[in-house]
């Protein structure tokens, strides 16, 4: 006959106490970041991927896409990224700010001068 009795861990005497805020995520800026750079190398793989679609198509008659259109998805490709880039990085930047005022540094006056050229 089979053995009923499963054995299990005992729990602990006493309840552990919960954190009261849960562990900062110290890598989070360095992921936003990692993200960031991720995004425009993609970009820059689809512009790489348009130049071989350019070159190619040179090479050989009849051509497969008229004068200045891969030009087109060229631009609107350079564009978005551009975009994308301000838009997601002024939002870091607003995230910053008030990071900034909460640790108690002000955003108008920098702890210290850059120093001059």
Not at 54 to 80: C, M, Q, V, W
Request: no cysteine; proline share 11%.
């Amino acid at each position: 006959m089979a053995d009923h009795n499963a054995i299990r861990s005992n729990p602990p005497a006493q309840p552990q106490p919960k954190p009261e805020h849960p562990s900062p995520r110290h890598q989070l800026k360095a992921d936003y970041f990692e993200a960031l750079r991720h995004l425009n190398r993609g970009y820059g793989v689809a512009l790489a991927a348009l130049d071989r679609l350019e070159s190619k198509d040179r090479l050989h008659a009849p051509r497969a896409f008229p004068s200045g259109f891969l030009n087109i998805y060229r631009n609107r490709t350079e564009a978005l990224r551009a975009l994308a880039n301000r838009d997601l990085l002024r939002l870091l930047a607003e995230r910053e700010e008030l990071e900034a005022g909460r640790f108690g540094a002000s955003p108008e006056k920098p702890d210290r001068k850059p120093p001059r050229s």
